[in-house]
């Protein structure tokens, strides 16, 4: 199985049959056994409709409704699904419906541009199917412009997305994978950060209840009130907005890609949100313990133990810098909109705040994929010493990129 799947179709427009089977499986990703909703949710259909955040529709039928009209019109519904592996996906730390929100938001412009429609013109619904095997997502989309249009996609086209994906998730790790083999990995990197200009991440701009939504959720795992101090937020942002200013135009923002200077005003950020922000410093000593106790099990070699727990706080603090870079990115969109100043004068400690409950939310997903992954271990019988050479080669440079 490729460490990718991606496979796209669609329906004839000018069959009779296409509206009502576009209808149908609308219904069908949203509602089938096993979907990803939002709490209280009835189906699991989320995407974008208008420029803005994602959406989680209110009903699948208004979806459905709009597919089937749009099939009346000709306009071809194209039909994809993005597959893991499953420990792929956890390495991805793809665990919910919002972890998967976030990684198609980042990439649903390159599936959209492959098949020659403009960013203008996109708009897409898709639901999770949590399946234990091979969590996927189905996603539909279609150019809202469109009334002719010849329906045939050359075969290249899903691969050639596929690829892309591959390089934009995996970057970081095909770099590793290159300087290990001794290849050009300086010409590797250039065509890498030209591949992934399109990686986009879009700022919540008129409807901050999503994000009160997401602290109030956040609140009642962690038993506290998330409340900080005005001027942390402000100086925060004032950090943020002179990072973003550091920050390379094109090319994908991540941490191990920065130049040294950013990189350098990045780990200054980390250190501030750990010493300010309790909840972060918690969940990262969490994280921290959970991927020592997981270590204890298979090695007693003190100094070992001690260079691995190095290793996982340096862990922590690379998904905390990349969930910051990644709010950094939508920051610069901002700086280029018309209405950015504007915007950033009046929410700056609105975007700060909802930095944080991004890190502190990404972070806290780290924690119970590694504590499940110790309760997993400790519940089976022990181990031979083959098998525990095995798995301490497994966990020992295990870490999470995002």
């Given amino acids: 199985m490729s460490i990718l799947v991606y496979k796209q179709r669609h329906r004839h427009p000018n069959k009779k049959s296409t509206p009502g089977a576009n209808y149908a499986h609308i219904r069908y ?7 990803l909703k939002q709490e209280g949710a009835k189906h699991g259909l989320f995407g974008k409709l208008e420029p803005g955040s994602v959406k989680e529709f209110s009903t699948w039928e208004e979806i459905a409704r709009l597919a089937y009209t749009n099939s009346r019109k000709g306009i071809i519904m194209y039909r994809s699904v993005v597959s893991f592996a499953e420990d792929t996906a956890r390495e991805l730390l793809l665990k919910d419906q919002k972890s998967w929100q976030r990684y198609m938001e980042n990439h649903v412009i390159t599936i959209a541009e492959k098949n020659r429609i ?5 708009q897409w619904a898709a639901a999770v199917h949590g399946e234990k095997n091979h969590p996927h997502l189905h996603l539909v989309f279609w150019d809202k412009s469109e009334t002719v249009r010849n329906p045939f996609t050359p075969p290249q086209v899903p691969s050639e997305i596929r690829k892309q994906m591959i390089k934009d998730t995996f970057c970081e790790k095909i770099l590793t994978y290159a300087k290990e083999k001794d290849l050009a990995v300086k010409e590797m990197r250039q065509v890498t950060n030209k591949l992934v200009e399109q990686f986009e991440q879009e700022i919540l701009l008129k409807n901050p209840g999503r994000y009160k939504a997401a602290k109030k959720k956040l609140e009642e795992e962690l038993g506290q009130e998330l409340t900080f101090d005005k001027r942390f937020l402000t100086k925060l942002s004032e950090e943020l907005f002179f990072l973003g200013r550091l920050i390379p135009e094109n090319g994908r923002i991540s941490y191990q890609l920065l130049p040294p200077e950013s990189k350098e005003k990045t780990d200054e950020l980390v250190e501030l949100l750990l010493s300010e922000v309790v909840q972060l410093k918690t969940c990262a000593k969490q994280y921290v313990e959970a991927k020592c106790s997981m270590a204890r099990l298979y090695s007693d070699d003190k100094n070992r133990l001690l260079k691995q727990r190095k290793q996982y706080e340096e862990e922590a603090k690379k998904i905390l810098a990349n969930r910051i870079l990644s709010g950094i990115k ?8 018309k209405r950015g100043e504007a915007y950033r004068k009046s929410h700056k400690e609105y975007l700060a705040f909802q930095i944080i409950l991004e890190a502190l939310d990404m972070l806290a997903k780290a924690v119970e994929i590694q504590e499940q992954d110790l309760e997993e271990q400790l519940s089976k019988e022990e181990l031979s010493k083959e098998a525990k050479k095995e798995l301490v080669l497994k966990y020992q440079d295990k870490g999470y990129e995002h």
């Fill in 29 to 35: 990703i949203a509602t089938r056994p096993r979907v």
């Fill in 330 to 337: 939508a920051i610069c969109r901002l700086e280029q909109e």
């Fill in 118 to 122: 403009k960013r203008e013109n996109l």
